[in-house]
């Protein structure tokens, strides 16, 4: 046998033989070699006190020496016994843990993400289970995800191809007339399934590290102010929802990419007016210790609290029936979160039925000032 390959239990079991062993040698070698001479010397002690013992000396100390003799072999014999039996049941005790979380781990690798490991008590095999099972129940979760995802993206591009093959089916065979009205249609399910694309291309290039931020300081209300009225231009009925600025006075400049804090505005401004019928929609930034804060507040339909804490999760809505092409691409928000993370700053929302929403997130400051509260004017 490999000794390289020696399991653990013949490993510990051979440990505690082995220094039951030594100590089993030890003390007859000691035993062997002093009990015999401390008899002898008492014997002289007893002679001193005027009892001779001379004759039957040499009988004595063989008698003695014969019993001790017996005595050790059978103390040796139930002692090895004895301690053979407890290492054996302290090994299996420390071992079978371990076989148990081996066998866990190979049902794990064979696709059973479910399986855990119970508590034990013995506290490092139990924090090595505790430990096993944190990560078990990461991978579960990232693998949930990635079937979500798969799942999602398969449905987001079924609509869409779908529809050019039956246009185009129908072009093809003569029972769709070629009109501009027709091409319009297709270019639309085009644009769709490209941006879709391009978000998921950029969604997995955050959160592989690819995506570079070029942060430098900047002020936000002219970037700000021009996203609200880009947004309020495109509001040009009475009964739209009136886009307003909230910048105080001052606030100092941040330090962030322009870019991304643009991409993350327009996503989220979108996506409020999405779901705002009426009232307003308020762009509203503050300092805050070390950070300012950007809100933007709705007055729109509002998410159910159950539904919160999933709206930063790719392809998520909490109205299903929602037309796709209506609803965007059921990523951008999941970009707003990771690009936020990636400046080292926060994206929390708060929201009520039929009230309204309000997202919010941090950028770190880079101390200096611009402000006002205004009301953009629709072009």
């Known amino acids: 046998m490999d000794p390289n390959k020696v399991g653990l239990r013949s490993r510990l079991f051979f440990s505690h033989i082995i220094v039951m062993v030594v100590g089993l040698l030890t003390l007859l070698a000691i035993g062997k070699i002093s009990s015999p001479r401390f008899f002898a010397f008492y014997l002289k002690q007893i002679e001193v006190g005027g009892f001779s013992v001379r004759q039957v000396r040499t009988q004595l100390i063989r008698s003695f020496d014969d019993a001790w003799s017996k005595g050790a072999f059978w103390s040796v014999v139930v002692g090895a016994s004895t301690a053979g039996g407890l290492s ?56 949930q995800r990635r079937r979500e995802l798969v799942g999602d993206l398969t449905h987001e591009l079924r609509t869409p191809l779908t529809v050019l093959k039956g246009y185009l089916e129908g072009l093809a065979d003569g029972t769709i007339e070629p009109t501009p009205e027709i091409y319009q249609r297709l270019s639309r399910e085009a644009t769709r399934m490209q941006r879709l694309v391009n978000d998921l291309q950029e969604l997995s290039k955050m959160e592989a590290g690819y995506l570079p931020i070029d ?154 000032k611009v402000g006002g509260l205004r009301e953009l004017k629709r072009g």
């Open 88 to 143: 054996y049941l302290v090994s299996k005790r420390i071992v079978q843990p371990l076989i148990q979380m081996e066998e866990v781990t190979k049902k794990f690798a064979s696709g059973h993400l479910e399986e855990r490991l119970p508590p034990n008590e013995i506290p490092e095999v139990d924090q090595l289970a505790t430990s096993f099972n944190r990560m078990a129940a990461t991978l579960e979760g990232i693998e």
């Open 215 to 368: 942060a430098r300081p900047f002020d936000l209300y002219p970037l700000l102010a021009s996203v609200v009225q880009r947004f309020a231009d495109q509001l040009l009925t009475e009964n739209s929802p009136r886009m307003l600025l909230d910048c105080p006075p001052e606030m100092p400049r941040v330090m962030a990419d322009p870019e991304r804090i643009e991409q993350i505005m327009v996503n989220l401004v979108g996506n409020a007016l999405r779901y705002t019928s009426k009232g307003s929609v308020v762009v509203k930034v503050y300092p805050e210790n070390d950070r300012a804060w950007i809100a933007v507040i709705d007055t729109g339909e509002g998410i159910a609290a159950e539904d919160l804490p999933h709206v930063f999760e790719r392809f998520w809505r909490a109205d299903r029936s929602r037309d796709r092409s209506s609803g965007g691409t059921g990523v951008g928000l999941a970009i707003c979160r990771r690009l936020v993370e990636l400046h080292g700053g926060m994206i929390e929302v708060t929201s009520e039925l039929g009230k309204g929403s309000t997202f919010r997130f941090s950028l770190p400051l880079a101390r200096e």
